[in-house]
């Protein structure tokens, strides 16, 4: 006979209670809507609960890590929370990845066990061509994991679960450099939900539009499991698609929604945007950037209010976010820090904290800030100073203590011994009533160091030309930010989360420096 270990729980801050503590009270709302197939809380956690017992039976626990291949789903969500109810570290890989990155993410994770959906199944299977020692691999849902949990072949611990425990493990997007395994504990993952629930609460009464991929943090810590603790409904997305979105919000009467200002900017230009039934949503949260002026404006007049947030994997992710009273007064800021966080603005030269006014790194401290980098003390030791992350973000914080996003620190190019924060350039660059869009990067310069060059992408049926858009920048900023060349492109390549691609863009822009007639008199 069998004994399956206790899933009960000896810390406080656990997760996985969530979903059984709220079914225990409201068995019949609605927490999950997949493309129209709805599960109630006392689903969800009887599934969840199962497999929480098999995984256990099985043989993984705390310690033991779960690797998914998925796209947004139910049976996506049961895993997440049998992860939790059992103490085994849920860590979700991006299905956007080439099969040789999936293997590489694989190889480096070393989980006990992946789960994959229907859709990924060719792409995990030639993922794990190019792993060595590959983990057993089932299918996620009913007909899989929740059937039968494969032997574990190392032994998790036969402990309750505690707070200190992964939770979750989240790649990087890796644009700039290879991903790095962010391990966020449940004590990490409840205080960044209760900072959430501080700022800007959920109630049993929301209707959640989760359309961001839950290979990120934010499909995740920004609102759907702050939504399934307070007992809302989550409407599932597997992928985004404007025109069905706007639907959504219409038809589901969506009450809150998270996106990145790429979403938002594509949502405000579909052809059903005017007609589109806003009533309802009384809560869009911004991440991943600052959202521009005019799409911000847009939603305004359809009587929506962007909230501004800014956050990072490593922090939860949320960090600051803009209050519609502050937003009135400062419409390009990132604003002030959530509950539980704490920030200070620090001189990159001299790691000293500045008082007041000024701008310097921004560094964060707080129990959601993560427990380190999977597998990786030294980036784990580079990543902090003492208690602080360092967010590795160059901002400005003013008198009144709002924060507003100069750049990355790494971003930033020095010429002729001037810091030069690209997203400024950019911003004036799309000031140009032709362009749509632009990054700039630095490269190499003989006299200077380094000088900009700026990809842009033109206003649809026009055709602007380089000199003309130089001259627009040069009107408007100083000579050494101007950039040094121009380039046309369709689209600027972009992470998983629609950030700018820069690492991407560095080597093409070197050859067009290199072949640019180069502008020395600033």
Known sequence: MTTVPSLETAGAHTVGRWVTDRAAQSPHAIAIDDRGVTVDYATLAGRASA??????????????????????SADHVVAFFGCALAGVAFMPLSWRLTPGEAGDLIRRSDPDLLLVDDEHVVLAGEAL???????????????????????????????????????????????EAAPKGVVLTHANCFWNNMALAGALPLTSADVVLAMLP????????????????????????????????????????????????TQYALLAADPGWEEADLDALTLALVGGATVPGDVRRRWAARGVALTQGYGLTEAGPNVLYLSEADAREHPDAVGRPYPHVDVCVVDPETGLELDG??????????????????????ATARARAGQWLR????????????????DRLK????????????????????????????????????????????????????TPSADEVIAHARARLAGFKVPVAVAFVDALPTSAIDKIARARLRDRAARLAEGASLDHTR
């Open 391 to 406: 967010t590795g973000d160059l901002v400005h914080r003013d008198v009144s203590g709002i924060h507003t996003i100069v």
């Open 129 to 175: 061509r190019t792993v060595d020692d590959t983990p057993a691999t089932v299918l996620l849902g009913a007909g899989g994991v929740e059937t039968q949990v494969p032997r574990a072949s190392r032994p998790g611990a036969d402990r309750s679960v505690g707070d200190d425990d992964p939770l979750l493990v989240i790649f990087t997007s890796g644009s």
């Open 357 to 378: 006014a000024g701008i310097g790194e921004l560094w964060v401290r707080g129990p959601s800030v993560f427990a380190g980098y999977l597998f990786d003390d030294a």
């Open 411 to 462: 971003d930033i190019f020095i010429s002729g011994g001037e810091n030069v924060a690209p997203a400024e350039v950019e911003r004036a660059l799309v000031g140009h009533p032709l362009i749509a869009a632009a990054a700039v990067v630095g490269v190499p310069d003989p006299v200077w160091g380094e000088r900009g060059v700026a990809f842009c992408v033109a206003v649809r049926g026009t």
């Open 214 to 261: 839950q290979f990120h943090v934010a499909a995740w810590n920004c609102q759907p499991l702050l939504a399934w603790w307070v007992g809302a409904t989550v409407v599932l997305e597997r992928a985004f698609q404007p025109a069905r979105a706007l639907q959504l919000l219409a038809q589901r009467k969506v009450t809150a929604m998270m996106g990145v200002p």
């Open 51 to 72: 497999l929480a017992a098999a995984i256990r039976a099985a043989g993984y626990g705390p310690g033991s890590r779960i690797a998914t291949i998925s796209g947004n």
